[in-house]
């Protein structure tokens, strides 16, 4: 039985913080995993605007940002891998994306890898998403090779991070795209009433749908499926109405969330069998009761799967990389073949 001990980590677009998983990956006749510990480094203001404006910086400022993002992740690898007395192979780093241009030909994550290995003297599996991008691929989404081959029982995996994306079989091939904006549009609004989140739903469920404001945000025309969504989707096409639409936040963020159910709904009742739910807004109790009312067939896991599974994954592509096997289908992102890809780097 092969057995690989790796650390995977993960800055998504909602700017939570870097998820640290400590994860076991076992094959024998098929791949099974443990997650042994994981924690959230919640990242501090400084950081978090950084990484907010970094899409606006100067080509120097990117590249330091990218140094010192390299850095944070090193050290707090180290740090946890050092609390935890845990014995690692190597570290599996998706990096944040700022830029994600595939049509133009490139994607770019930031956390030098070269800076991360140094910083916790272990190798390091990084960018991820390049190669497919440079294999006409849309380098996105990458997490579907982990719900094919860690989480065949479900019938579909939906992840509701800062974008709602969905994976699942059809025609004897697994499919995957983006669903909608989800919790960027969230959290946008909620930051507008000086919280960074609205727990548990709490304040869209207690608020007014504002039906104007729904109606623009369907205008948009944004009907899944979308092979990738970024935030320049969010700063060019949602903000603007956000923005300048007149009413009050609370209710602007009752209708952005009523706008998330709708479009996940449309997809979920798609799904023969059930469907499992992932990402911090499966902690959202307004959204998944919402699409539990609608009959859409859900399973939110164990907490410990709700957080982690997105580095759970990314520790997985990591082991396919080391093994020199696929771990991108083309199938999803539109590549002209599958890929083994990311970049190593040694400390």
């Keep these: 039985m092969a057995v690989y001990k790796v650390v995977g980590a993960m800055s998504g677009s909602s700017l939570d913080g870097l998820d640290l998983a400590m994860c076991e990956l076992n094959l024998e006749t098929r791949w099974t995993y443990k997650i042994l510990e994981a924690e959230?480094?919640?990242?501090?203001?400084?950081?978090?605007?950084?990484?907010?404006?970094?899409?606006?910086?100067?080509?120097?400022?990117?590249?330091?940002?990218?140094?010192?993002?390299?850095?944070?992740?090193?050290?707090?690898?180290?740090?946890?891998?050092?609390?935890?007395?845990?014995?690692?192979?190597f570290v599996?780093?998706?990096?944040?994306?700022?830029?994600?241009?595939?049509?133009?030909?490139?994607?770019?994550?930031?956390?030098?890898?070269?800076?991360?290995?140094?910083?916790?003297?272990?190798?390091?599996?990084?960018?991820?998403?390049?190669?497919?991008?440079?294999?006409?691929?849309?380098?996105?989404?990458?997490?579907?090779?982990?719900?094919?081959?860690?989480?065949?029982?479900?019938?579909?995996?939906?992840?509701?991070?800062?974008?709602?994306?969905?994976?699942?079989?059809?025609?004897?091939?697994?499919?995957?795209?983006?669903?909608?904006?989800?919790?960027?549009?969230?959290?946008?609004?909620?930051?507008?009433l000086g919280f960074e989140f609205d727990q548990d739903g709490e304040i869209a469920a207690n608020a007014k749908l504002v039906p104007q404001l729904l109606e623009m945000l369907n205008n948009l025309?944004?009907?899944?499926?979308?092979?990738?969504?970024?935030?320049?989707?969010?700063?060019?096409?949602?903000?603007?109405?956000?923005?300048?639409?007149?009413?009050?936040?609370?209710?602007?963020?009752?209708t952005v969330t009523q706008y998330l159910v709708d479009q996940l709904a449309h997809e979920l009742l798609k799904i023969d069998g059930t469907t499992l739910i992932t990402g911090g807004g499966a902690h959202n109790n307004f959204v998944t009761q919402e699409l539990l009312d609608r009959g859409c067939n859900i399973e939110v896991p164990d907490p410990l799967i709700v957080d982690y599974k997105e580095a759970l994954i990314f520790a997985f592509l990591g082991v396919l990389r080391i093994r020199n096997e696929v771990n991108s289908f083309s199938s999803v992102t539109g590549a002209k073949a599958d890929g083994c890809n990311g970049c190593v780097y040694l400390p």
């Excluded at 400084?46 to 330091?64: F, P, R, V, Y």
């Excluded at 990218?66 to 850095?71: A, E, L, Q």
């Excluded at 390049?130 to 996105?140: E, M, R, Y």
Aim: net charge positive; with cysteine; proline share 3%.
């Design 40 to 89: 959230t480094v919640k990242f501090d203001r400084k950081i978090a605007d950084e990484l907010q404006n970094s899409m606006s910086g100067t080509a120097q400022e990117l590249a330091h940002l990218d140094k010192k993002f390299g850095d944070f992740i090193g050290e707090n690898v180290h740090r946890f891998v050092k609390q935890h007395n845990l014995e690692v192979g």
């Design 221 to 254: 025309k944004s009907v899944a499926p979308h092979r990738s969504l970024g935030r320049e989707d969010f700063i060019k096409r949602f903000q603007p109405i956000l923005d300048s639409f007149r009413a009050a936040w609370e209710d602007k963020l009752r």
């Design 92 to 192: 599996a780093s998706h990096g944040h994306t700022v830029f994600h241009q595939p049509k133009l030909g490139f994607t770019c994550q930031i956390g030098s890898g070269a800076h991360i290995a140094k910083a916790c003297a272990l190798p390091v599996v990084c960018d991820f998403r390049s190669g497919d991008v440079a294999a006409g691929g849309d380098g996105a989404p990458l997490v579907p090779i982990g719900d094919e081959l860690l989480f065949s029982n479900y019938a579909a995996c939906l992840n509701i991070g800062g974008i709602a994306n969905i994976s699942y079989r059809q025609n004897r091939r697994r499919i995957a795209y983006d669903i909608s904006l989800a919790n960027m549009m969230l959290n946008y609004c909620s930051s507008k």
